[in-house]
């Protein structure tokens, strides 16, 4: 199994630890495991060169191919961001937004739709479940079918002022997510809202109502 993960902060909260108690859960010899940070990403400046030409010719690409790479391979990808401002941290968003290209209206990955997806937040008093709803709906939107969601008040600004007890109820969290995760990796499947929008997407690409670059890519690859 090829794990992916995308920490949405460099430095090691409470957020990038609860990831690492799940990595612990799930990752085995057997597994490859890549980890990234977002920090060093430009903010994406709207030139729409990824979506109306080539992805290849963003003016970011050198600092994000790596990144994009590694996701477009794994096969579960766990992004994690602690949560400030009730949601996800300004640099994860602007990874996000170098990924606009690979949403269902543009030019999806068809094997996104055999990958799990994990969404992780912390934070001290609200908004946990804000950041990792905002990440899921960007996983949702690249045709990720299963996607996991761990968010927690942990009641503390750093990760050794956490209490015991509320480490062991993540840990337990973390467990219960990675036999779910090596139960259903392989076997996950496009829903019936995927399933729609994609049709919907394809009608939208068969009418012209698209880029040229979509459409050819969708031509590409049979789906119209």
């Known amino acids: 199994m090829k794990l992916v993960v995308l920490h949405g902060q460099q430095h090691h909260g409470s957020t990038w630890n609860t990831t690492q108690l799940l990595l612990k859960e799930l990752v085995t010899n057997q597994d490859s495991l890549s980890e990234f940070y977002v920090n060093d990403i430009p903010y994406c400046i709207g030139c729409y060169t990824c979506i109306l030409k080539e992805e290849e010719n963003c003016p970011h690409r050198k600092v994000t191919k790596e990144i994009i790479h590694s996701i477009e391979q794994a096969d579960v990808i766990i992004i994690d961001s602690p949560n400030y401002c009730m949601g996800m941290t300004?640099?994860?968003k602007t990874f996000f937004d170098h990924m606009a290209y690979r949403w269902f209206?543009?030019?999806p990955l068809g094997n996104m739709q055999?990958?799990?997806g994990i969404a992780i937040a912390t934070t001290a008093g609200m908004g946990a479940k804000s950041a990792t709803k905002q990440i899921k709906k960007q996983l949702f939107w690249w045709g990720i079918p299963r996607i996991f969601c761990i968010n927690a008040v942990v009641a503390a600004a750093?990760?050794?002022?956490?209490k015991p007890k509320t480490k062991d109820k993540l840990l337990l969290k973390t467990k219960k997510i990675a036999k779910k995760i090596k139960r259903k990796h392989g076997h996950v499947k496009r829903g019936i809202r995927?399933?729609?929008i994609f049709k919907l997407m394809g009608n939208m690409q068969r009418a012209g109502l698209g880029t040229p670059k979509d459409a050819s890519y969708w031509k590409e690859q049979g789906w119209i």
């Open 158 to 162: 750093n990760w050794n002022d956490v």
């Open 114 to 116: 055999h990958k799990i």
């Open 90 to 92: 300004g640099q994860l």
């Open 194 to 196: 995927q399933k729609i």
């Open 105 to 107: 209206s543009h030019r």
